[in-house]
């Protein structure tokens, strides 16, 4: 196996360009599980920790970018704000130690259904930043994940930062697991709110074969308070609203019966995530407009 | 004439009763103890292992040939190379080293590769070619007995029964349960890992992570066919065991590899492979009827217990002796049949875990209790007392309890401590569900749970258990220096602390050198069955006892306690090895159960408070609190961390901790879906140490690490049946079980 060290994001497209089988590492916390039991020998390993620009973030236009190589915790500690989503799902990925490792670029990168980061990216409406020595293109992460850990990019491309809409709208993102911490997503959900475009984003984790939105449940629920008029004058939301929104996003899954939980029991809890946090988004939102 | 301790211990810190510093504490915590996944020597090979992938399967042939063809693989052997017998085993002889031409559970060894890396090794191993004969496993625990013999004797390992007082007795309130136990792993963070080193005479030192040196030492010499002065081991770093050591793993396969080549031979298993490697606790599914009359007395109980003993029998008969003579719990009851039986599937093995057997039964009886308490209006704690046992009690094996049983005591222990205060802020890290964010408080139930169980402590049935201790006194640079030696294995409890301890006290020395434990020293005895305090501390209290003995002699007609004991000693070397047994126990007669089967009984009680989502069917333990009579505290500290870790055991039985089977074929083999309770899950816990002396016991001690892991698992399932109403048969307790999805 050869070990590709580039110093430049430049370097590092050349390299791929050259070797499309080379897999990608930064914080190593899913490829060096995979290669210390052996269910995967790359030809080649990408390392991406030299580069400096993939570590780093900024905010511009109201938009976040995230580089590709900047790890949970500086997500937690210093996007919290303008994030709260990401942040949120952050927070619930493995322990500390992995949370100073890992990124949201690898969470990308290994597209598994049950990583942590896609519901709240999904929700948020945010895109991957894939490049190339062709160039950079920009994928809406609605179009991103293709499969069970497949995605969009070419053999050739880097995932090079993730960019997420900043936002002061409450955004929630719940996760079911069987233990209280340290814990893989049994089913989890993120809802977004986005009142500048009367719109709701929700998106489900770990109960399809790729995360994925809950387009039923954002188109009812975005037409029931814009008909309602309820992003200029929020009330408390119906008791009924909330529990068809849970339907709805647990219509939008399609899980499987596995050791970590039933299907039936994975569309249970998906509608009861989703009722409470919407509930606790919007008596945030009206807490904010009022 | 002899010296007393008190004679010699006048300024001496550190021992008995105390908690000083644990020597491999630092380390552990630094990351700096050696383990043997550290062990390394010059010019070494490693060993990897070929599982058989399939649960019952007859092995058609076996292909070496491209495997011996990769460049670096110094070896590749099968059963055939196993030079002495093929066949080891706790209690019968019934696993092969190597398969022959059956394997009867999936991950069965089948061949060894040894070469020059370990990736060598991995490729070698998938270039061995085996080719299968799929059979139809047999996995059903209940009707295993009938189905095909997967061993010459047919598929019953041992049925115990126990038959006490009127077999048609009648009662008032009946109560009858069918009660599961799932698949729980010791799940220890060391994995198995071993260096076996050769001499030039034909020989092997094996350096390894064990429970028990000698029996280790046996059964490798046997397979070997090598003489057992021959088969020289020595204890490695271990990390942690709990029952899941006591069988081999790869004690006789890094040797075959090390004779095979002459090169000493490592072999680490990864997470995975542990998994596949050790023995795990019997599931069980048990049936009980417990009558009792209006006041809540016991009149009888019956039970059927199944244990699912897997491929091989490994301690499944000791297991199921426990289960039966401990199955009714700590009551006295007057009439009682008990039958359990251990049964051979081509399940994963099964074998040793912290409770043997108590911790099955303890999960049936007390969450009866409870259903009795119902079904009467009474209060669970106060059905409990009305029937605890005590002192001077018969257990359903006629055997008297002849030293403190302070069952009810306990129960009212717990019960009268304060109760937790509902937390009036979101924090939630105290939610069920905790950071994952699942709740602010909807669908949160809190619910109180009692339970309280049994223990037989050290070997039982007419085993002869003993441990052997030498210590040596002798002058070093004009200070009074002890050595004490044995073999039983420090498994990270805290045995080689108890051990400087005991010297202290009874030398009264304050330097006490602990040498590695190995098998140059007569056997120590398991490390299991909460025995090393009780049976090796007891040796090195004999141990000492002897030198003192010396010691007044060289004193002569002198008052040994007022001369200075570097002065007495001078040159003399005292080196005294003794040993030592506990009081005999007997049989169990095999139609009725009855005898004094048992050394000692631990008792533990526990008071569960839960918070359940039940609407996500998620639970957090918000307390744990125990009550434990430890006879006498040698390491109050260690006591503590003792019944911590037990009652932290049995909290990942009741809410977490399952090998998910399914055909004969493990579902989990990972830490990422074999959960085990992290800070979050577990409560600090509020601990009341009895210290009640059993006057049969060195020092008057009672072993304390495995009662806490039997009461703590019904206690919490007891909780949250309070705050769901839910029956909950089953552990471990799933979400799927509580919201019914």
Same mark, same amino acid.
């Given at each position: 196996?050869?070990?590709?060290?580039?110093?430049?994001?430049?370097?590092?497209?050349?390299?791929?360009?050259?070797?499309?089988?080379?897999?990608?590492?930064?914080?190593?916390?899913?490829?060096?599980?995979? !290669?210390?039991?052996?269910?995967?020998?790359?030809?080649?390993?990408?390392?991406?920790?030299?580069?400096?620009?993939?570590?780093?973030?900024?905010?511009?236009?109201?938009?976040?970018?995230?580089?590709?190589?900047?790890?949970?915790?500086?997500?937690?500690?210093?996007?919290?704000?303008?994030?709260?989503?990401?942040?949120?799902?952050?927070?619930?990925?493995?322990?500390?130690?992995?949370?100073?490792?890992?990124?949201?670029?690898?969470?990308?990168?290994?597209?598994?259904?049950?990583?942590?980061?896609?519901?709240?990216?999904?929700?948020?409406?945010?895109?991957?930043?894939?490049?190339?020595?062709?160039?950079?293109?920009?994928?809406?992460?609605?179009?991103?994940?293709?499969?069970?850990?497949?995605?969009?990019?070419?053999?050739?491309?880097?995932?090079?930062?993730?960019?997420?809409?900043?936002?002061?709208?409450?955004?929630?993102?719940?996760?079911?697991?069987?233990?209280?911490?340290?814990?893989?997503?049994?089913?989890?959900?993120?809802?977004?709110?986005?009142?500048?475009?009367?719109?709701?984003?929700?998106?489900?984790?770990?109960?399809?074969?790729?995360?994925?939105?809950?387009?039923?449940?954002?188109?009812?629920?975005?037409?029931?308070?814009?008909?309602?008029?309820?992003?200029?004058?929020?009330?408390?939301?119906?008791?009924?609203?909330?529990?068809?929104?849970?339907?709805?996003?647990?219509?939008?899954?399609?899980?499987?019966?596995?050791?970590?939980?039933?299907?039936?029991?994975?569309?249970?809890? !998906?509608?009861?995530?989703?009722?409470?946090?919407?509930?606790?988004?919007?008596?945030?939102?009206?807490?904010?407009?009022? | 004439?002899?010296?007393?301790?008190?004679?010699?211990?006048?300024?001496?810190?550190?021992?008995?009763?105390?908690?000083?510093?644990?020597?491999?504490?630092?380390?552990?915590?630094?990351?700096?103890?050696?383990?043997?996944?550290?062990?390394?020597?010059?010019?070494?090979?490693?060993?990897?292992?070929?599982?058989?992938?399939?649960?019952?399967?007859?092995?058609?042939?076996?292909?070496?040939?491209?495997?011996?063809?990769?460049?670096?693989?110094?070896?590749?052997?099968?059963?055939?190379?196993?030079?002495?017998?093929?066949?080891?085993?706790?209690?019968?002889?019934?696993?092969?080293?190597?398969?022959?031409?059956?394997?009867?559970?999936?991950?069965?060894?089948?061949?060894?590769?040894?070469?020059?890396?370990?990736?060598?090794?991995?490729?070698?191993?998938?270039?061995?070619?085996?080719?299968?004969?799929?059979?139809?496993?047999?996995?059903?625990?209940?009707?295993?007995?009938?189905?095909?013999?997967?061993?010459?004797?047919?598929?019953?390992?041992?049925?115990?029964?126990?038959?006490?007082?009127?077999?048609?007795?009648?009662?008032?309130?009946?109560?009858?349960?069918?009660?599961?136990?799932?698949?729980?792993?010791?799940?220890?963070?060391?994995?198995?890992?071993?260096?076996?080193?050769?001499?030039?005479?034909?020989?092997?030192?094996?350096?390894?992570?064990?429970?028990?040196?000698?029996?280790?030492?046996?059964?490798?010499?046997?397979?070997?066919?090598?003489?057992?002065?021959?088969?020289?081991?020595?204890?490695?770093?271990?990390?942690?065991?709990?029952?899941?050591?006591?069988?081999?793993?790869?004690?006789?396969?890094?040797?075959?590899?090390?004779?095979?080549?002459?090169?000493?031979?490592?072999?680490?298993?990864?997470?995975?492979?542990?998994?596949?490697?050790?023995?795990?606790?019997?599931?069980?599914?048990?049936?009980?009827?417990?009558?009792?009359?209006?006041?809540?007395?016991?009149?009888?109980?019956?039970?059927?217990?199944?244990?699912?003993?897997?491929?091989?029998?490994?301690?499944?008969?000791?297991?199921?002796?426990?289960?039966?003579?401990?199955?009714?719990?700590?009551?006295?009851?007057?009439?009682?049949?008990?039958?359990?039986?251990?049964?051979?599937?081509?399940?994963?093995?099964?074998?040793?875990?912290?409770?043997?057997?108590?911790?099955?039964?303890?999960?049936?009886?007390?969450?009866?209790?409870?259903?009795?308490?119902?079904?009467?209006?009474?209060?669970?704690?106060?059905?409990?007392?009305?029937?605890?046992?005590?002192?001077?009690?018969?257990?359903?094996?006629?055997?008297?309890?002849?030293?403190?049983?302070?069952?009810?005591?306990?129960?009212?222990?717990?019960?009268?401590?304060?109760?937790?205060?509902?937390?009036?802020?979101?924090?939630?890290?105290?939610?069920?569900?905790?950071?994952?964010?699942?709740?602010?408080?909807?669908?949160?139930?809190?619910?109180?749970?009692?339970?309280?169980?049994?223990?037989?402590?050290?070997?039982?049935?007419?085993?002869?258990?003993?441990?052997?201790?030498?210590?040596?006194?002798?002058?070093?640079?004009?200070?009074?220096?002890?050595?004490?030696?044995?073999?039983?294995?420090?498994?990270?409890?805290?045995?080689?602390?108890?051990?400087?301890?005991?010297?202290?006290?009874?030398?009264?020395?304050?330097?006490?050198?602990?040498?590695?434990?190995?098998?140059?020293?007569?056997?120590?005895?398991?490390?299991?069955?909460?025995?090393?305090?009780?049976?090796?501390?007891?040796?090195?209290?004999?141990?000492?006892?002897?030198?003192?003995?010396? !010691?007044?002699?060289?004193?002569?007609?002198?008052?040994?306690?007022?001369?200075?004991?570097?002065?007495?000693?001078?040159?003399?070397?005292?080196?005294?090895?003794?040993?030592?047994?506990?009081?005999?126990?007997?049989?169990?007669?095999?139609?009725?159960?009855?005898?004094?089967?048992?050394?000692?009984?631990?008792?533990?009680?526990?008071?569960?408070?839960?918070?359940?989502?039940?609407?996500?069917?998620?639970?957090?333990?918000?307390?744990?609190?125990?009550?434990?009579?430890?006879?006498?505290?040698?390491?109050?500290?260690?006591?503590?961390?003792?019944?911590?870790?037990?009652?932290?055991?049995?909290?990942?039985?009741?809410?977490?901790?399952?090998?998910?089977?399914?055909?004969?074929?493990?579902?989990?083999?990972?830490?990422?879906?074999?959960?085990?309770?992290?800070?979050?899950?577990?409560?600090?816990?509020?601990?009341?140490?009895?210290?009640?002396?059993?006057?049969?016991?060195?020092?008057?001690?009672?072993?304390?690490?495995?009662?806490?892991?039997?009461?703590?698992?019904?206690?919490?399932?007891?909780?949250?049946?309070?705050?769901?109403?839910?029956?909950?048969?089953?552990?471990?307790?799933?979400?799927?079980?509580?919201?019914?999805?």
């Amino acid at each position: 196996m050869d070990f590709l060290r580039p110093d430049t994001l430049a370097e590092a497209l050349t390299l791929k360009a050259q070797r499309p089988d080379a897999v990608p590492i930064a914080g190593g916390t899913d490829v060096m599980v995979e !290669l210390n039991f052996d269910h995967r020998r790359p030809a080649a390993l990408l390392d991406l920790t030299r580069i400096a620009e993939l570590r780093s973030w900024d905010a511009d236009d109201g938009t976040v970018r995230i580089g590709a190589g900047v790890p949970y915790t500086r997500i937690i500690e210093e996007l919290g704000e303008r994030l709260p989503g990401l942040a949120m799902a952050s927070r619930t990925v493995g322990s500390p130690q992995i949370r100073n490792r890992g990124t949201v670029g690898g969470n990308l990168g290994a597209a598994s259904p049950a990583g942590d980061t896609h519901p709240v990216l999904l929700a948020a409406g945010a895109t991957v930043e894939a490049a190339s020595t062709r160039g950079t293109r920009l994928i809406p992460a609605t179009d991103f994940y293709l499969g069970v850990k497949r995605h969009a990019l070419e053999p050739d491309e880097l995932i090079t930062a993730v960019r997420v809409p900043a936002t002061r709208a409450p955004q929630q993102f719940s996760k079911v697991g069987t233990r209280n911490a340290m814990v893989i997503a049994v089913c989890s959900f993120a809802v977004a709110l986005h009142p500048a475009q009367n719109r709701v984003g929700a998106a489900v984790g770990s109960a399809a074969p790729t995360p994925r939105r809950a387009s039923a449940a954002e188109e009812f629920l975005s037409a029931e308070l814009t008909s309602t008029n309820q992003w200029e004058s929020p009330k408390p939301l119906l008791d009924s609203v909330k529990r068809r929104f849970g339907e709805l996003v647990a219509e939008a899954a399609s899980p499987i019966d596995d050791v970590r939980g039933s299907a039936a029991y994975r569309k249970h809890a !998906l509608s009861v995530l989703a009722r409470r946090t919407l509930g606790w988004a919007w008596q945030d939102y009206s807490g904010k407009v009022a | 004439m002899s010296l007393t301790p008190a004679e010699l211990t006048s300024a001496v810190s550190g021992g008995i009763g105390s908690s000083p510093q644990r020597p491999d504490g630092n380390l552990k915590v630094r990351g700096e103890f050696a383990y043997a996944s550290d062990l390394w020597h010059e010019d070494m090979i490693w060993g990897a292992t070929l599982r058989s992938p399939h649960p019952y399967a007859r092995i058609v042939s076996i292909d070496l040939t491209e495997a011996l063809q990769v460049p670096g693989v110094y070896a590749v052997l099968t059963h055939q190379d196993v030079p002495g017998q093929n066949r080891y085993g706790l209690e019968h002889k019934d696993q092969p080293v190597l398969a022959e031409d059956v394997v009867r559970y999936q991950g069965e060894p089948v061949a060894l590769v040894g070469a020059d890396h370990p990736e060598t090794a991995q490729r070698a191993m998938k270039r061995i070619k085996v080719e299968y004969e799929v059979l139809t496993p047999v996995v059903d625990m209940e009707t295993a007995v009938d189905d095909t013999p997967l061993h010459p004797g047919g598929n019953l390992v041992r049925h115990v029964p126990v038959r006490r007082g009127d077999q048609h007795a009648e009662a008032e309130v009946v109560v009858t349960g069918r009660y599961e136990v799932g698949m729980q792993d010791q799940a220890f963070l060391g994995p198995e890992s071993g260096l076996a080193v050769p001499d030039e005479e034909g020989g092997v030192d094996l350096y390894i992570a064990t429970q028990w040196l000698h029996v280790d030492q046996g059964q490798v010499a046997a397979a070997l066919g090598r003489p057992l002065e021959q088969v020289r081991l020595t204890l490695s770093g271990v990390g942690g065991a709990f029952g899941g050591r006591e069988d081999l793993s790869m004690q006789v396969h890094a040797c075959l590899l090390a004779l095979h080549t002459g090169k000493p031979t490592k072999m680490v298993y990864n997470r995975e492979e542990s998994f596949y490697g050790h023995v795990h606790r019997h599931p069980a599914v048990l049936y009980y009827e417990h009558g009792a009359d209006h006041t809540g007395k016991l009149v009888y109980v019956k039970a059927r217990i199944y244990l699912d003993g897997g491929a091989y029998a490994s301690s499944t008969g000791a297991v199921v002796a426990n289960a039966a003579t401990l199955g009714i719990g700590p009551y006295d009851v007057d009439n009682v049949t008990v039958d359990c039986w251990g049964v051979y599937t081509n399940n994963p093995p099964c074998g040793a875990m912290r409770g043997f057997g108590a911790v099955q039964a303890g999960f049936a009886y007390e969450s009866q209790m409870d259903k009795l308490a119902e079904a009467l209006g009474m209060d669970p704690v106060d059905v409990r007392i009305v029937n605890a046992m005590s002192e001077g009690s018969v257990m359903p094996t006629g055997q008297v309890v002849d030293s403190a049983a302070p069952v009810a005591q306990l129960l009212k222990l717990v019960k009268d401590k304060p109760m937790p205060p509902l937390s009036t802020v979101v924090d939630l890290r105290d939610m069920p569900g905790g950071v994952s964010n699942t709740t602010h408080g909807e669908g949160v139930v809190r619910g109180v749970g009692y339970a309280v169980g049994i223990k037989n402590i050290c070997f039982s049935e007419g085993y002869d258990d003993y441990s052997t201790a030498r210590v040596r006194l002798q002058v070093i640079n004009g200070e009074p220096a002890a050595l004490a030696h044995t073999a039983a294995a420090e498994v990270g409890q805290g045995l080689v602390t108890i051990m400087q301890q005991i010297v202290r006290t009874e030398l009264g020395v304050e330097r006490v050198t602990i040498l590695p434990m190995d098998t140059s020293i007569g056997n120590g005895g398991s490390t299991s069955a909460s025995r090393q305090t009780y049976v090796t501390g007891g040796a090195v209290k004999a141990a000492c006892a002897a030198v003192r003995e010396k !010691l007044a002699k060289l004193a002569g007609g002198r008052d040994p306690s007022a001369v200075d004991l570097v002065e007495l000693l001078g040159d003399e070397v005292i080196d005294e090895t003794v040993e030592w047994r506990h009081r005999a126990t007997e049989p169990i007669d095999p139609e009725t159960g009855q005898g004094n089967a048992h050394v000692q009984y631990g008792f533990a009680a526990h008071r569960a408070v839960v918070d359940v989502d039940v609407e996500l069917g998620l639970v957090k333990v918000v307390e744990l609190d125990c009550a434990q009579d430890v006879g006498k505290a040698l390491n109050p500290q260690a006591v503590l961390g003792q019944i911590q870790g037990g009652s932290a055991q049995g909290l990942g039985l009741a809410v977490m901790e399952e090998i998910q089977t399914a055909g004969g074929k493990v579902r989990n083999p990972s830490f990422t879906d074999y959960l085990i309770p992290t800070v979050l899950d577990m409560p600090p816990m509020s601990i009341d140490v009895l210290e009640l002396a059993d006057p049969n016991a060195p020092y008057g001690v009672r072993g304390v690490g495995e009662p806490p892991t039997i009461s703590s698992t019904p206690a919490i399932v007891a909780a949250i049946r309070a705050a769901t109403g839910l029956a909950l048969t089953r552990v471990p307790v799933r979400p799927e079980h509580i919201t019914g999805t």
